[in-house]
């Protein structure tokens, strides 16, 4: 079972540890960086780890949107390597939408990836995220209406 834990003093050195396969690194900042700016924008940011029972395999971070308070971004999603092609990324996706969802705040999801990254386009399509029509920064932009 998928489950989202808070990151703290217990946890933060084995999330720093978890990597993306080497062709993947242009894909998704690491996650020291993630907490980095995670830090800095602390009032409004959610970093997690990602637990298969009790096996961390990833890392998710979400931050709300200063300009559009009903708007959640997915801001960094990552499996770690050793745990890719084990549906793992699926099931937190899921499990995601559903914490932002149940919070009855939130009427919608966006995110960015990069566009050689078609196996995260071909997985947020299956969620129903579909393209805004933005490039953010060389990132096409999707939005999810809860």
Same mark, same amino acid.
């Given at each position: 079972m998928i489950k989202l834990v808070s990151i703290d003093e217990s946890n933060y050195s084995e999330c720093l540890k978890l990597s993306v396969f080497e062709s993947q690194r242009g894909f998704v900042a690491t996650n020291v960086k993630s907490l980095a700016q995670a830090y800095i924008h602390r009032d409004? *940011?959610?970093? &997690?780890?990602i637990y298969h029972d009790d096996t961390m395999v990833g890392f998710v971070q979400i931050k709300s949107d200063d300009e559009n308070k009903e708007n959640m971004y997915l801001w960094r999603y990552m499996i770690d390597q050793r745990y890719q092609g084990m549906? &793992?990324?699926? %099931? *937190?996706?899921?499990?995601?939408? %559903?914490?932002?969802?149940?919070?009855?705040?939130?009427?919608?999801?966006?995110?960015?990836? %990069?566009?050689e990254n078609t196996l995260a386009e071909k997985l947020y399509s299956s969620f129903g995220f579909v393209? *805004?029509?933005?490039?953010? %920064?060389?990132?096409v932009e999707m939005i999810l209406k809860l």
């Amino acid at each position: 079972m998928i489950k989202l834990v808070s990151i703290d003093e217990s946890n933060y050195s084995e999330c720093l540890k978890l990597s993306v396969f080497e062709s993947q690194r242009g894909f998704v900042a690491t996650n020291v960086k993630s907490l980095a700016q995670a830090y800095i924008h602390r009032d409004r *940011t959610e970093p &997690y780890c990602i637990y298969h029972d009790d096996t961390m395999v990833g890392f998710v971070q979400i931050k709300s949107d200063d300009e559009n308070k009903e708007n959640m971004y997915l801001w960094r999603y990552m499996i770690d390597q050793r745990y890719q092609g084990m549906g &793992y990324g699926k %099931e *937190t996706l899921k499990v995601l939408i %559903e914490n932002i969802r149940s919070r009855n705040q939130f009427k919608t999801i966006t995110l960015s990836y %990069e566009p050689e990254n078609t196996l995260a386009e071909k997985l947020y399509s299956s969620f129903g995220f579909v393209p *805004t029509g933005v490039i953010d %920064e060389g990132e096409v932009e999707m939005i999810l209406k809860l």
